[in-house]
């Protein structure tokens, strides 16, 4: 979604926001602006449409803007079509406010009537262009500009990010946040906003999360922070202790490629720490044995692949803790009525820990008496903050934005926390808990060796790129997992794939089966691999191709009955998708290369979806 990045020092600020911008390119976005002030210059803009290289490209042929404070953006569109007009920076009719903005403004057609009454001419068919004007209709000449910026607020419905200029304040930035993330950073010198710490790291480690409600006031020398009422806040800072190269690419084709890569790695700094003498240990939780008992019910809610996490972790917290386990998609949760009380657990899953359907689950969660646990990969972000506790990944930056060891960490943490929260009500078995331990350990090396053989994903991404269509069918954990696979090949191929428990395919979907027609049958589920077997001959003798995913053990079986075979090592069950998913964002990662796809940026999508 949308990026924010703002600056106050006294370099030029063109360079550093454009660099900013190139650092959240990963969110999506369709548009790219900058704004700088000089005091001889005031206020000026350019914005132009399509990839941050078109907005380089035009920049590079005009005479350089002045200005050592500036805001720039990215949009993903919402309101309006993406168009150099529509996109960010908006200034008003005045020339005397810019602003950039991530979020939606919900009553921004009634304010919009307010002003047009009052003779104010728009530009744009944004929602966001409302708030410029607005704050242009109430600013006075002279007066400090936090007063129009307090009135504005008060009327402004729905989310916001802000980065505001004021033409007469040079060196002066203004930042509000609103249920969309906004950190600020702190420099030698030089200040930031930023929608995430990728856009400043290579000037600053030192930030501090924005709260909803704030207003910060940025100049070189310093921030100040007000509360919704205006009175001043202490914000307590944070060190990022990640590296620039985590958000690079290093010397990868593309970043889903490299974060595929990295997953064993992320696996160990997920699991390793948590792993004591065969036993899982979370120290940093909070939850008591007591509170732990209290629970009836589990929740897991979350969207699009963290989400998958959950139909996942299902099986394993409903088989370890014989508790019932509900997965629900964020965006329906909020709207069911859900049947939360102060003896649920809520888990919600999060890579970027900003997914607004996520965060407003949560809240939703929260005033009925759930308790929230989260899992979340970034650390300080929203959901983090206001969890009751939370289970970070450590997976590392994650860019792509397709996930792959965000998936993969979040994945194996559910499954510890289940065995935790098993270990600690006496319900884990001795024998069950010490093999998938055991087990656990051993994740990282065992994805190594399925990495280490692309080839194959390769090969069979040559034979079926150009196909339109794509069944993958799975039993159990395999048709959990099956969900996944579909969404990295529909997400980045945008190839039309379909996933199905298998057992169901009889009720309607094998009518959609002809000679040709690909189905990936995972069968990896060892319990179940004879009900995997019976599937993939009945699409078989429909005339499918079949290509099945399988461990080890079953190659030879799977050899006989199926056109290709993608092969991963044998482990316990419960963590068999760990090692699953792999091959699936490989065959997805290779298709989408030979159809020629923006890998790391899919069309349409955002990294971070920060809109209702
Ligand atoms: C997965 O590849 C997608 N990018 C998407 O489904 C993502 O998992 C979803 O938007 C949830 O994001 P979150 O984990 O940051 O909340």
């Known amino acids: 979604m949308c990026g924010i990045i703002g600056f106050t020092g006294s370099s030029p600020a063109v360079p550093i926001l454009l660099d900013g911008l190139e650092h959240l390119e990963y969110r999506g976005y369709d548009s790219a602006g900058v704004a700088v002030i000089s005091p001889e210059k005031g206020l000026q803009i350019q914005k132009r449409k399509g990839r941050l290289s078109a907005l380089r490209e035009k920049l590079d042929g005009l005479p350089p803007l002045e200005g050592t404070t500036g805001v720039g953006h990215t949009r993903w569109a919402t309101h309006g079509e993406p168009n150099d007009v529509n996109s960010h920076p908006h200034v008003s009719q005045n020339g005397r406010v810019a602003i950039v903005h991530n979020g939606i403004i919900e009553n921004y057609a009634e304010i919009k009537e307010f002003l047009l009454h009052r003779g104010v001419r728009f530009r744009s068919d944004t929602d966001s262009e409302v708030v410029a004007q607005l704050l242009d209709y109430y600013f006075t000449d002279g007066s400090d500009p936090l007063d129009a910026v307090y009135r504005v607020l008060e009327k ?23 249920d969309a993330p906004l950190l600020l950073g702190y420099g030698q010198g030089e200040n930031f906003i930023a929608s995430d710490a990728t856009a400043i790291i290579a000037r600053t480690r030192t930030v501090a999360y924005m709260e909803d409600g704030e207003v910060a006031v940025l100049t070189p020398r310093g921030i100040d922070v007000y509360d919704e009422y205006r009175r001043p806040v202490e914000k307590q800072r944070h060190t990022i202790d990640w590296d620039v190269s985590a958000a690079e690419k290093g010397g990868y084709a593309h970043f889903m490629f490299k974060e595929i890569m990295e997953q064993p790695e992320a696996l160990r700094h997920t699991v390793s720490p948590r792993l004591r003498d065969g036993e899982v240990a979370f120290d940093e939780l909070s939850l008591t044995e007591e509170k732990l008992r209290s629970f009836r019910r589990i929740f897991i809610v979350a969207c699009g692949s963290s989400y998958h996490v959950g139909m996942l972790g299902k099986y394993s917290l409903e088989r370890f803790l014989r508790l019932p386990v509900e997965v629900c998609l964020a965006s329906e949760f909020r709207y069911s009525s859900p049947l939360v009380d102060e003896r649920s657990l809520v888990i919600v899953i999060s890579q970027s820990g900003e997914t607004l359907d996520s965060m407003a689950a949560l809240r939703e969660a929260k005033a009925l008496g759930g308790y929230i646990l989260s899992i979340v990969n970034v650390v300080g972000s929203s959901i983090a903050r206001e969890s009751d506790d939370v289970l970070y990944t450590w997976a590392g930056p994650e860019i792509a934005v397709a996930t ?117 049958a995972l069968a990896t589920y060892g319990p179940l691999i004879d009900k995997a077997v019976s599937n993939i001959v009945e699409v078989k003798a429909r005339g499918a191709e079949v290509v099945a995913l399988t461990t080890e053990s079953q190659r030879e079986r799977m050899e006989k009955l199926a056109d290709h075979v993608m092969v991963i090592p044998d482990t316990h069950p419960a963590l068999q998708p760990n090692l699953g998913v792999v091959p699936l964002q490989l065959f997805a990662y290779y298709i989408a290369l030979q159809r020629g796809c923006d890998i790391d940026k899919p069309k349409n999508l955002a990294k971070s979806v920060t809109v209702e």
């Open 404 to 520: 792959t060891k965000a998936y993969s960490t979040q994945l194996v943490l559910l499954t510890m926390f289940g065995l935790w929260m098993a270990r600690a009500l006496g319900r884990a078995g001795g024998p069950e808990y010490a093999a998938v331990t055991a087990e656990l350990g051993l994740l990282p090396e065992k994805l190594e060796t399925v990495l280490a053989g692309t080839d194959v994903y390769q090969y069979l991404a040559s034979l079926y790129f150009n196909r339109d269509c794509v069944f993958f069918i799975g039993r159990n954990l395999d048709y959990a997992l099956g969900l996944e696979g579909s969404l990295k090949l529909k997400e980045i191929s945008y190839i039309h794939s379909e996933s199905y428990a298998a057992g169901e395919l009889k009720h309607g979907t094998i009518s959609l089966i002809e000679p040709g027609t690909l189905v990936v």
């Open 156 to 178: 402004l419905e729905g989310a916001y990010a802000l980065g505001i200029l004021c033409a007469d304040r040079p060196d002066m930035l203004i930042a509000a946040r609103k």
